[in-house]
């Protein structure tokens, strides 16, 4: 039977190219709700499925983020929806939806794509380098004291989920857009996603709460949070799920923290997805109790090496010849001179040769040089090449996104 790999048309279609994905969560068919606010703010024509006598055998959509890279930010496709239906896998149907979302990005000038995996062994073929990690918590509460004694700023309050966002997306906007990683949300994002709170997501456990930090009359910080009671025996056995925390000031990351830390009744506090340099690490007495651990969160793709190279800052003055080998976009392939001048293609020696997908690694600041070289991710040509392309690549916090698309 005749394969057709195309966008969609419709929203319609769309709802047929998100079976495929579905079908892996268990479900016969997509859930009508989740569809039409997915249908917010994934457009149609960004959703490729492969065809099969008008039946969609296999999804794969491109969100269209602003994606914060050190120093600015820069249009990026977040990929999404990969599925490929049991009956039609390892045919090459991801292969060519990637190839049609990819180029879609080149033609359009959206220089970066970049995705969460469930697994990580499928996207290095198509260029994703592995761009930042993430922390998951679970902290037994009576062991929760910070190191040192403080006195709150400010009043915890919380607010309806209907009248949040005003108070809450001035914050992140705040912190996502010096956090590499993190993306503009539209409106839209915060009414569709972040804030809605739909009972398939809720799966059996407590509402999605919203507590707002409010310091001399402003919002400071806040946190959305689930609440998940139990008793073994008579004895508190629940916990808090936050699901985000984010905070204008130190101090107020601090206070936010704190109030989460110390709702009774809770055994436990946990979060799952966590900055690597989260300021709890250094904020506890105990940082060990965290029980914090690390996977691995963003892959990043370079479509464009001259668009997203200059799209962000560097370091230092001058600037670093790699070469750069992509077997998938081909149009990347070559010697590259990189620096706050400037992006170029160049005919000097290059001091670094890699993968695309190191250069992903590297993009976001995610992952030295050194560590790459350490790795075997990068062969250095030119003595010193590492060391001052460390020194010009680096973002001073880790990239991170606290939320998977
Ligand atoms: C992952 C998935 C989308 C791949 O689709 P597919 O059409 O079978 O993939 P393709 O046939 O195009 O394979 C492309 C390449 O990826 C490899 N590959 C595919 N699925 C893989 C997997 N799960 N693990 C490792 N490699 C995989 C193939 O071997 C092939 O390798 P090659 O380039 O060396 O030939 C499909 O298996 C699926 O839907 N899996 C379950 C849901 C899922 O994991 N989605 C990803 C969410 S991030």
């Given at each position: 039977m005749d394969i057709e790999v195309r966008p969609c048309a419709s929203a319609q279609e769309v709802k047929l190219a998100i079976a495929p994905i579905t079908n892996y969560f268990g479900r016969s068919a997509p859930n009508e709700e989740l569809a039409e606010r997915l249908l917010q703010v994934l457009p149609a024509p960004r959703v490729y499925a492969a065809w099969e006598s008008g039946r969609a055998v296999g999804g794969l959509g491109a969100i269209p983020f602003q994606l914060t890279v050190p120093g600015g930010r820069v249009p990026a496709a977040g990929v999404t929806i990969a599925g490929v239906l049991p009956t039609h896998r390892r045919r090459g149907l991801l292969r060519s939806m990637m190839r049609a979302l990819l180029d879609a990005g080149h033609a359009r000038g959206e220089p970066v794509a970049y995705l969460w995996a469930t697994?990580?062994?499928?996207y290095g073929r198509f260029g994703f380098g592995l761009a930042s990690f993430i922390a998951e918590m679970d902290l037994a509460r009576e062991r929760s004291a910070f190191h040192a004694p403080f006195s709150n700023v400010g009043q915890v309050r919380l607010v309806p989920l209907g009248t949040a966002e005003e108070l809450v997306a001035p914050i992140y906007e705040r912190v996502a857009v010096e956090t590499p990683g993190m993306f503009a949300r539209s409106s839209v994002w915060w009414q569709a996603r972040r804030l809605a709170d739909p009972e398939l997501l809720r799966r059996g456990v407590g509402d999605l709460q919203c507590a707002v930090l409010e310091h001399e009359g402003h919002p400071a910080a806040y946190a959305l949070y689930r609440i998940n009671p139990a008793f073994q025996q008579g004895i508190q056995t629940g916990s808090v799920a936050v699901i985000e925390a984010m905070a204008a000031s130190p101090e107020a990351t601090r206070g936010i923290w704190r109030y989460l830390l110390d709702i009774d009744w809770m055994a436990r506090v946990k979060a799952d997805l966590l900055p690597v340099d989260h300021p709890l690490l250094l904020l506890m007495a105990e940082p060990r109790r965290l029980d914090f651990t690390l996977k691995d969160g963003l892959w990043v793709r370079l479509v464009d090496v001259e668009i997203a190279m200059s799209a962000r800052s560097y370091q230092a003055q001058g600037s670093v010849v790699i070469d750069v080998t992509d077997e998938f976009c081909p149009w990347n392939a070559g010697c590259w001179r990189v620096g706050s001048d400037g992006v170029e293609r160049s005919d000097d020696a290059p001091g670094l040769r890699c993968d695309i997908s190191a250069l992903g690694s590297a993009y976001l600041g995610g992952f030295t040089w050194s560590q790459l070289a350490r790795a075997l991710r990068v062969q250095e040509l030119r003595p010193g090449a590492i060391a001052q392309a460390d020194i010009m690549f680096q973002a001073g916090r880790a990239p991170w996104c606290p939320e998977i698309f």
């Open positions: 697994e990580g062994t499928i």
